[in-house]
């Protein structure tokens, strides 16, 4: 044997020893066979989209949703065999200018009326009221058939209402229910939907081109991630059939899996330029890339996953749909990036970087170092204990505001008014405060059989009592339906003021603990429940409040452990989590500043209505945990890379950061623009969302990761990497050590050769 070759022969048997990580083997697959990896994530991809169009999606219904006084009411309501409740419209009549001509209102009202008994869609039309000012007459028509299609089929009532309003162009003839609602409320979605789809994709793409300078590298992750949430939407009808899918289910995926898509093609992308900047051979560069990059995508997309799992024990279907949404989407781009990105990059070859844009390709590929970050991180190195306390003290005030948080579920008022039938409802309102569409309490009752004429009495003295009261409604008593066997009764109590108004919560109060105990409580045998939206909204506060510890809980020792398993130390696992908390925290507070009051209101076009949307404190602090991972694991890795090396901690943290400044600036920058398009969207609770992603990966990205990490790890030094002597000992396979692996066995293959 060759004395050269006899001498490598330590080497080959150190290189057999260690074992390959699993991202390695999977790049290595995917390198070795392009073609039928790229062939078989196509397939996936075809047969989710096909399959999930096949089996459909089950919505989700109000019954899904219920927990507590609330199901108790449905079980009640359930009982009593009731007709289904059908979809109401309601057509207004009101002047445009003046006074109204009352005669010439009911005459427009009567002829409409007769028109609409003769729609096929149509069961009922109720004679014309007059409203207690007298200056508005209203026609209450009920739909046929179910309700639930009933937005799908609402359109001849609308063509009569609107041939009305052209016959008579000096009054104001409108209509408005839940059909003609739902079906305004759909369209302004899908509209909006769209919106971001158009909008998102080619911001992404231009964001990739200034950061890879060439058209095809920009595309990959793009083109990846719209692929993947293609898959994950597929996938989501067939989980649907488990948790039926809630509305936002797919605005979720699009949200969360652009942005988590191209950042990990992102990272992966990077890394393979990287390494073939070094002299690696294209193959060489694919697989450090899988096994550094990969390795790191791999562990942001667990955290996630496991954070976006939380969500399950709330126990509600609102928070489980886009749990599963979330958790599809955040997988399937994870395994792509995994599988077929490596299969993609060995087909492109050199062909990756092509065609290049003039002047900025070439400006990126020399830009090795950033002055810019290298300039940042030099405050945190020189003064650590300085830098720390006022970037973080900086980041506590922002913070403050979140400590007045007010939480509400949006409600018909709060819906943008450039909806047209909206202005409708507010008129509706104003006229007939006491109608179906306003708010009202629904009192579900059920009594044995010999208990019906007593709860009859209950009932007529409940309200009694309700009359004079200014929390409820004047103009109207309460409507009573009773079941056939007369053992449930039905009661509908309507309120002054809006679903979230003081006089609502106050006469919900009033209903649970006085009025219904003193009268239909009385009655042997007898069990009650109230409920309707304001009862919804304040159960659910409730609901979150009573889940929020068991959440936070699981979502940091979760992330504790995916940390603590992936650096083996638990000084990075315990600031992970501290550094997370800043963040979101100081997100809530730009939130609250943004939305609970009025500065910005102008410029993301809403009307503040003083509160938070009530489900996204408990989402935000679930999402951002998990996406804060990307960031962290990347950087975090880059540094324990350069102390493998023995690098010394403090060149380590400006080594690791500064070289990982490009990436997760560009990744960053995708993510808060993909986030902020949701911003300007029409509904609050979209804008909401996206404000508080945006803020707390701008946040995250920049004065967390550049600042406050910096500065802590300078100060704990050789600290970071502590560790009990059981978790020492089982490290395993470096960073450091995959990249000398990697290098022995590109010298083993020159030497056989």
Known sequence: MMPGIEGHAPARRRRHAVRTPFTTRMGRWSANHPWLAITAWLCFVLASVAGGSLVGTVEATTQDSLHGELARADRIEQAGAFPESPAAESVLITARTGELDLDRARAVATDLSARMRALPDVAKVADPITSPSRQAVLVEVEMAGSADDADARVGPLLEATSQAQQRHPDLRVEQVGSGSLGKALT??????????????????????????????????????ALSAVAGAMGLAQFASHIFPAGEMVNSIILLIGMAVGVDYSLFYLRREREERARGRDHRSAVEIAARTSGHAVLVSGVAVMVAMASLF?????????????????????????????????????????????????????????????????????????????????????????????NLKRPTLTDLPRSIPILHTYDRLAQAFPGNDLGTSHLVAIRTGGAGGPAVEREITDLAARIKGDSRFAQDRPPTVRRSADGTVFLATVRVAGTTDSHAAAQSLHRLRAELLPQTVGTVPGTEWAVAGRTASDADFRDRMADALPAVVAFVLAMTFLVMLVTFRSVVVALTSILLNAISVAASYGLLVLVFQHTWAEDLLGFTSNGAIVSWLPLMLFVILFGLSMDYHVFVVSRIREAVQRGVPTRQAIEQGIVSSASTVSSAAIIMVAVFAIFATLSIVEFKQLGVGLAAAILIDATVIRAVVLPSLMRLLGEANWWAPRFLAGRRGTTVADADRDADTQVLMAAVDR
């Open 187 to 224: 369209e302004t979605l899908a509209a909006d939907f769209v919106k971001a789809e158009l909008i998102s994709v080619p911001v992404a793409l231009v964001i990739l081109l200034f950061s890879f300078g060439a058209l095809i590298a920009a595309g990959v992750p793009v083109v990846l």
């Open 313 to 405: 024990l709330v126990g509600d279907n609102t928070f489980s749909s886009m749990a599963t949404g979330s958790i599809l989407v955040v997988g399937v781009a994870m395994i792509g990036s995994l599988t077929v990105l490596p299969a993609i990059l060995v087909v492109l070859g050199r062909w990756v970087d092509r065609p290049r844009v003039p002047f900025l390709g070439r400006r990126i590929q020399r830009a090795e170092r950033s002055r810019f970050w290298a300039a940042v991180l030099r405050p945190a190195l020189r003064a650590p204990l300085a830098t720390f306390v006022i970037s973080v003290g900086v980041l506590v005030v922002v913070a403050v505001p979140a400590l007045g948080m």
